[in-house]
């Protein structure tokens, strides 16, 4: 039967069964007023009848209870039949049977990709969050859009109800939302894959699903075209899911930015401040007061912190604020867990500073990497291994003092996340934490990333710690470090010179330690 078009349909019977009731009861009303019979289940159910619409319950129409706790409920030829006849074809088969038409499908699915973002789910708890009648249902009634409406956003019920006073639903708008379900279906079942998954266990099929955020003015320069999407099913903090409290529009580079600045803090368990310049930090530290921890990062490298993202990974307190004011930094933005209200008055003046709140800081234990190539991609987890007291394997005669190992493990999380060829300098300090004290990154030699992070610390570099994010294919690069003044060296080893290397570190009465962890970022 070919498709028509110019159809506008009554409705005269409507299923409705969501798990969200936000804004239910305004479209119950406008079926109702429409004149159209609603059925009903469980808690949806029972939202309407509160609400003093009519409304028949499912179990009612089919005849058959609900069983298992609710798991089997609309899974019933009576709904399925109702909801797939050919009007004008099926009529003769459907009244044999007993079976009335259902014109439209209200579903919001279960809330699985919400159950398991939350900290400390069980497996349990996340399979009772699988839905099997909603999307049965919504493929059901999107496959025969010809003659059903299937609405499963929430955003769309505004338009059902504006044509329902219309006398019905049109074609084109059943077409689209007949699509935006076999979208949403489509990356449900994606989600509960990717969580069923074991970590780091391959994909043969690398089906993303990404929904458009916004457009954007440019991409890394002026003459690129550009968007932002976003991961639907990842609900856990991070830029995408940020409340956006002021400022202007974010750009593509303040996009990765943020993002590059927020990774960063959520790797540390004290308080802990990032200053982000083009994807590499140019300041870190971490202190007892996250108002400490920021003030000594943004002092690692105030000349290049001009116009940077910083993020914190405790609330930004009016301290920090007053200090920004105080000082007249220009700063692009600000990404924290939350903001106080005097540090929001004070930034107030500030129009064009983006401030993005995340809530409590979490990582996504399922998170991935993903890099294109032209005609392609690669994916890998994500890289949120922190190195601890356990990795350390000393190689050297001298051994690091107590404090050593605190700033070696403090500098090994910010190497991370420092372009490759990567090191970092760092020390201990007496309010609590570690502070980076030298940065060198993105070269294509080693020991020129040690001479970059030597001239950036200056003074302040004798007696720190220094961390390599790979091992040192040559001694050149240790005695770089001595003769700026490092005490300690940590590092994954696994070169074929490591012996050389530890020799010359032995030599200059340098402490080293291996972790065999290496951290490549490119």
């Given at each position: 039967?070919?498709?028509?078009?110019?159809?506008?349909?009554?409705?005269?019977?409507?299923?409705?069964?969501?798990?969200?009731?936000?804004?239910?009861?305004?479209?119950?009303?406008?079926?109702?007023?429409?004149?159209?019979?609603?059925?009903?289940?469980?808690?949806?159910?029972?939202?309407?009848?509160?609400?003093?619409?009519?409304?028949?319950?499912i179990s009612d129409f089919t005849g058959f209870q609900e069983m298992m706790g609710g798991r089997l409920k609309t899974l019933h030829p009576l709904v399925h039949g109702g909801i797939l006849m050919r009007r004008g074809q099926d009529e003769e088969e459907a009244q044999k049977h007993g079976i009335k038409p259902i014109d439209m499908v209200v579903v919001n699915l279960y809330p699985f990709k919400e159950t398991v973002s939350r900290e400390g789910v069980t497996e349990d708890e996340a399979i009772e969050q699988i839905d099997i009648g909603g999307p049965t249902m919504l493929r059901s009634a999107a496959k025969n859009f010809q003659f059903v409406t299937v609405v499963t956003a929430i955003r769309d019920y505004q338009t059902i109800i504006e044509e329902l006073k219309q006398g019905g639903i049109s074609f084109e708008t059943r077409r689209s939302l007949a699509i935006t379900v076999f979208e949403k279906t489509s990356n449900y079942d994606h989600a509960i894959a990717d969580y069923l998954r074991y970590k780091g266990e391959p994909v043969e099929l690398l089906d993303l699903h990404y929904e458009k955020v916004m457009s954007l003015r440019y991409g890394e320069n002026p003459h690129q075209k550009a968007a932002f999407f976003r991961d639907p099913a990842d609900h856990f903090p991070n830029?995408?899911?940020?409340?956006?409290?002021?400022?202007?529009?974010?750009?593509?580079?303040?996009?990765?930015?943020?993002?590059?600045?927020?990774?960063?803090?959520?790797?540390?368990?004290?308080?802990?401040?990032?200053?982000?310049?083009?994807?590499?930090?140019?300041?870190?530290?971490?202190?007892?007061?996250?108002?400490?921890?920021?003030?000594?990062?943004?002092?690692?490298?105030?000349?290049?912190?001009?116009?940077?993202?910083?993020?914190?990974?405790?609330?930004?307190?009016?301290?920090?604020?007053?200090?920004?004011?105080?000082?007249?930094?220009?700063?692009?933005?600000?990404?924290?867990?939350?903001?106080e209200d005097e540090a929001l008055k004070n930034l107030k003046k500030r129009e064009n500073l983006r401030l993005l709140e995340t809530g409590p800081l979490r990582k996504n234990p399922n998170q991935r990497s993903i890099k294109t190539v032209s005609g392609g991609m690669l994916i890998q987890t994500a890289d949120q291994y922190v190195v601890t007291k356990d990795d350390l394997k000393v190689v050297t005669k001298e051994k690091p003092s107590e404090d050593e190992i605190e700033a070696m493990l403090f500098a090994r999380v910010l190497v991370k996340h420092v372009k490759s060829n990567a090191v970092v300098f760092a020390k201990k300090h007496s309010k609590?934490?570690?502070?980076?004290?030298?940065?060198?990154?993105?070269?294509?030699?080693?020991?020129?990333?040690?001479?970059?992070?030597?001239?950036?610390?200056?003074?302040?570099?004798?007696?720190?710690?220094?961390?390599?994010?790979?091992?040192?294919?040559?001694?050149?690069?240790?005695?770089?470090?001595?003769?700026?003044?490092?005490?300690?060296?940590?590092?994954?080893?696994?070169?074929?010179?490591?012996?050389?290397?530890t020799r010359k570190a032995d030599e200059l009465g340098l402490a080293m330690v291996h972790t065999g962890i290496r951290s490549f970022k490119h």
């Open positions: 039967m070919s498709l028509d078009q110019a159809s506008v349909r009554k409705i005269e019977r409507a299923l409705l069964s969501v798990s969200d009731k936000t804004d239910l009861i305004p479209l119950a009303r406008a079926l109702n007023e429409h004149g159209a019979e609603i059925l009903s289940t469980g808690g949806t159910a029972k939202a309407i009848k509160e609400a003093n619409i009519p409304v028949t319950d830029v995408t899911n940020a409340k956006v409290l002021q400022g202007k529009q974010l750009s593509f580079n303040n996009i990765l930015d943020t993002d590059a600045a927020l990774e960063l803090v959520k790797d540390y368990e004290k308080p802990a401040a990032a200053v982000i310049k083009h994807l590499n930090p140019c300041g870190a530290a971490t202190a007892s007061k996250i108002s400490d921890a920021f003030t000594l990062a943004y002092e690692v490298d105030p000349l290049s912190a001009f116009g940077c993202v910083i993020a914190l990974n405790r609330p930004c307190t009016k301290e920090i604020t007053d200090y920004i004011q105080k000082n007249k930094l220009f700063v692009e933005i600000i990404i924290a867990p939350s903001f609590g934490g570690s502070v980076a004290t030298g940065i060198g990154a993105g070269q294509m030699s080693r020991v020129d990333s040690v001479m970059i992070a030597r001239r950036k610390g200056g003074d302040r570099v004798p007696g720190s710690v220094m961390a390599s994010d790979a091992f040192f294919p040559f001694p050149d690069a240790v005695v770089e470090a001595s003769e700026a003044g490092i005490h300690a060296i940590i590092q994954p080893g696994g070169s074929i010179r490591d012996d050389e290397v």
